[in-house]
């Protein structure tokens, strides 16, 4: 059974993954040399979703801060999840 994350838009993130997104919005938004997000096989298809999903990702980044870094660390591209909080934050500040 696939976990879902159980907020607003969920079941997206979840597709994606909070570490990826997070990766992929820190290219987007602070960094182009940061590639860590394109590790995975399924880059076109989470790329799409982050595109639809725009409304979502300030929020999302905020859920992203309260998730333990364990949870985050279980990523595959390579991100430990104290990186990926810090990169969440970076990227609020500039948003806000």
């Known amino acids: 059974?696939?976990?879902t994350f159980n907020f607003k838009g969920g079941e997206?993130?979840?597709t994606m993954g909070a570490a990826w997104f997070v990766s992929y919005?820190?290219?987007d938004k602070i960094n182009?040399?940061?590639i860590n997000?394109?590790?995975v096989s399924t880059v076109s298809n989470r790329r799409s979703v982050y595109s639809n999903t725009i409304d979502f990702h300030k929020f999302w980044l905020a859920k992203v801060l309260?998730?333990?870094d364990y949870n985050l660390n279980k990523n595959t591209i390579g991100l430990s999840g104290n990186t990926i909080k810090i990169m969440a934050k970076e990227i609020l500040s500039t948003i806000i």
């Open 37 to 39: 997000w394109s590790q």
């Open 66 to 68: 309260e998730m333990k």
């Open 25 to 27: 919005c820190y290219y």
């Open 32 to 34: 182009k040399s940061h």
């Open 12 to 14: 997206f993130l979840t």
């Open 1 to 3: 059974m696939r976990h």
